[in-house]
């Protein structure tokens, strides 16, 4: 005979089973129509692209309260219609609750399916954190390895100077570290020169210091120069300190217009260029999966425009991608819900400029 408190623990049991699978799963029941138009012999292919469109469709009805909600960016349009685009990856268990033809020709499809609520949501939250660091440039400003010593005080106040015009233009100045490297989208390196030059007038020896500061931008990582803005400014007097900073200054203010313009014009062509990105996966299961992997990565992330396997040594594969963008969009893409649940999941090991070094998790 059972008694009433083993019989109460089971009870416990019981429910815990049930309502913790429950909890765990963030998703939505939703009904859905979608419709295609069919020919005589091709029902199957209509049959497909109707549960397609069925399937979009139930995503766009999850999408709308979240959307709402959140704020109104520029371009959100298009991420919402990528989203829409790899509805696979966020619409499960699908039945076909009912299916009918009309004498015009079209195949109507209703579903009901499991809606990926909380991916479709964090997906969108990513998107828009995204456009918010395209319309923000992000730069760290540095003073260039090299600078004599006794340049640097002054080099680092020209650099202090800068930063506050950057950020009045409405940049996003971040102080350059290894843990701010892979958020910087460009780096402005300071440099800073001095010589003098010592005449004599009717018996009046005369100093006149030129002051020199040069600006290079470059990428993290990266020691290609992608442009350079520079001054040089004359200024007489003995106190070289007081004449380093006076100089600096002036040279700012000579540069400052052509340099933030540069600084709009190149990190708009990073954010949409085509770029070579060298992708290394590690743990990879098989020889097999690792041909798999460049129509995955085209099928699955927007900017990938081609992707070749370039060797396989074991379990790693070295690729080189074509992608319009900067290496963060394609990492962005790459822990999006949709590509995780139909592309495969990884995990960041090491990333330096242009290069991505992943581990395979699946």
């Known amino acids: ?12 049991l019981v429910i815990t089973i049930v309502v913790i699978p429950l909890q765990l799963w963030a998703g939505e029941r939703v009904t859905a129509k979608g419709m295609s138009f069919f020919e005589e012999g091709k029902e ?17 009805k999850v999408m709308g309260s979240y959307i709402n909600s959140m704020t109104v960016v520029d371009n959100f349009q298009l991420h919402e219609d990528r989203i829409i685009s790899h509805s696979s990856g966020y619409v499960k268990n699908i039945t076909v609750i009912d299916e ?4 015009l020709g079209t195949l109507e499809i209703t579903i009901q399916a499991d809606v990926e609520s909380a991916d479709v ?3 969108l939250q990513r998107f828009q954190d995204m456009l918010s660091w395209q319309r923000n440039p992000r730069i760290s400003i540095v ?4 600078t004599l010593k006794k340049y640097l005080p002054a080099a680092t106040k020209a650099a202090n100077i800068l930063t506050g015009k950057l950020q009045q233009a409405g940049f996003k100045v971040l102080k350059f570290s290894e843990q701010t490297r892979n958020k910087v ?16 007038y009717q018996g009046i020896s005369i100093s006149l210091n030129e002051i020199g500061l040069t600006a290079d931008m470059f990428r993290p990582g990266d020691q290609e120069i992608l442009a350079s803005s520079s001054a040089i400014r004359s200024i007489p007097g003995e106190n070289s300190l007081t004449v ?10 000579a540069i400052w217009k052509e340099l933030k313009d540069k600084l709009l014009l190149q990190y708009e062509k990073e954010l949409y260029n ?7 996966l590690k743990n990879l299961k098989s020889q097999s999966k690792a041909i798999e992997i460049p129509e995955i990565l085209k099928a699955g992330i927007t900017g990938v425009k081609g992707c070749s396997l370039l060797t396989f040594d074991g379990k790693k594969g070295e690729y080189n991608l074509q992608f319009r963008g900067r290496p963060e969009h394609f990492i962005n893409e790459l822990e999006m819900s949709y590509f995780q649940n139909t592309g495969f999941q990884s995990k960041i090991e090491t990333y330096t400029g242009n290069s991505i070094v992943l581990l395979m998790l699946n």
Request: proline fraction near 1%; glycine fraction near 6%.
């Open 1 to 12: 005979m059972v008694s009433k408190a083993n019989m109460r623990l089971f009870c416990v």
């Open 100 to 103: 009918k033809k009309s004498r």
């Open 44 to 60: 199957a292919i209509a049959r497909e692209k109707a549960v397609d469109e069925a399937k979009r469709a139930a995503l766009q």
């Open 143 to 146: 003073v260039q390895p090299g």
């Open 185 to 200: 989208g460009l780096l402005v390196g300071l440099t800073l020169e001095q010589s003098v030059k010592t005449s004599d």
């Open 274 to 280: 085509d770029r070579d990105i060298y992708l290394t």
């Open 244 to 253: 380093l900073d006076k100089g600096a200054r002036q040279c700012i203010d």
């Open 121 to 123: 949501k964090d997906d």
